[in-house]
């Protein structure tokens, strides 16, 4: 069974900030998507099932029917289904947002993932059933419930923020940027990458850095790195056609340490890997 997608130029302003609504499909059965990014926002609202996501190439994030996942512009996500799941996916964008405003919560948030919303599946639903049908001054509508939509979802994402310790705070900005830092492989970077370059970056000294790191991740700098760069070689293996010594390059490593090392994640050598996993190629 298919999906619908309703995409439409609409954009709105709350506290002065620009808000660009560009589409919103319903998935009446979600299947799995590999690692991607964008530069734009995703909501998710799952209506039946469950459906984990992948952040970052770390986190994994289980939506059940009724929550609701927002997703953040360039961060890394990947879905899987763990019981049969649909649900709809909102695409949007943000220009700018004053910075004590309620929307500028959304500026700060790679991602979160909200509780049980029976009113968001409902209000999802009206701009699905609007759009699909094209009644009279549906785009009117489509229009305002976005805009309530969109305050609603600001509003719980601050509210969360406002209950948590300095602790935490600190802690989800440290790790965030820790994240951030190593994904710089997904931008064929990773080669540039070293223990004393992070401890710098994170005002930090570097044996105190791989404390974090083997607390929080339990892994060194090094493993911690090798396997990112593991979940590269996969995505390229799984998404292009380019030639394994061509991946290791993009990798930083040689052919001969690829090998190695992904036989040893994954079980399988790259090439065996491509071989059972072969789809379409970009």
Known sequence: MGSFAYEAEHTISISDAQIDFM?????????????HIHSYYEFHYITEGT???????????????????????????EESIVARSSGYVLGFSLD????RSLISVLLTTPYYKGGLNADFGEVLSIIYRESKEEREEYETCCKNL???????IC??????ERTKTRKEIKQKNLYEAIDTYFNRVFKSTGQSLCMDDLASQLHMSPRHVNRILLSHYGVTFHEKLIATKMKYAELLLKTTDRSIKEISA??????????????????TTPAKYRKANETDTI
């Open 250 to 267: 993009s990798c930083g490593i040689t052919e001969v340490c690829l090998t190695k090392n992904f036989k040893r994640i994954y079980g």
């Open 155 to 160: 509003r719980d994402i601050s509210k969360s």
């Open 96 to 99: 700018s947002a004053q910075e």
């Open 51 to 77: 459906t984990s996501y992948t952040m970052n190439f770390g986190e994994e994030i289980p939506v059940s029917a009724g929550e609701w996942l927002l997703i953040g512009p360039d961060a890394w996500h």
């Open 146 to 152: 976005f805009e309530y939509l969109l305050i609603q």
């Open 23 to 35: 589409h919103l499909i319903y998935h009446p059965n979600k299947l799995f998507t590999d690692n």
